[in-house]
Nanobody
Framework: QVQLVESGGGLVQAGGSLRLSCAAS????????MGWFRQAPGKEREAVAA????????NYLHSVKGRFTISRDNAKNTVYLQMNSLKPEDTAIYYC??????????????WGQGTQVTVSS
């Protein structure tokens, strides 16, 4: 069983930064792709960023490109999402997810509980 625990969310003013962390336990995820998703009130969940098992191949939601960066430390079994130049429309619950595939996938088997990010204008 894999547990994913997100941290680092909070309240920040527009233009500010936050770094989300996702720590995995129960299984090493160093060979698997990871992703970050978000869901705002009244909206569907959307994929924000993903990386392959090396962390060198990445995908981003168009609206966060150039502002968000996904990275991973396989030695720590942890994935990060650095969020800069935050906007009110980035407000959402952010979830990390693990895919049992080495390359970026649309299928994720494990999910965290989420962390709230609120950006005030």
């Amino acid at each position: 069983q894999v547990q994913l625990v997100e941290s680092g969310g909070g309240l920040v003013q527009a233009g500010g930064s936050l770094r989300l962390s996702c720590a995995a336990s129960g299984r090493t995820l160093s060979r698997y792709a990871m992703g970050w998703f978000r869901q705002a009130p009244g909206k569907e969940r959307e994929a924000v960023a993903a990386c392959d098992w090396t962390g060198t191949v990445t995908n981003y939601l168009h609206s966060v490109k150039g502002r968000f960066t996904i990275s991973r430390d396989n030695a720590k079994n942890t994935v990060y999402l650095q969020m800069n130049s935050l906007k009110p429309e980035d407000t959402a619950i952010y979830y990390c997810a693990a895919s049992l595939r080495a390359v970026i996938s649309t299928v994720y088997e494990y999910w965290g509980q989420g962390t709230q990010v609120t950006v005030s204008s």
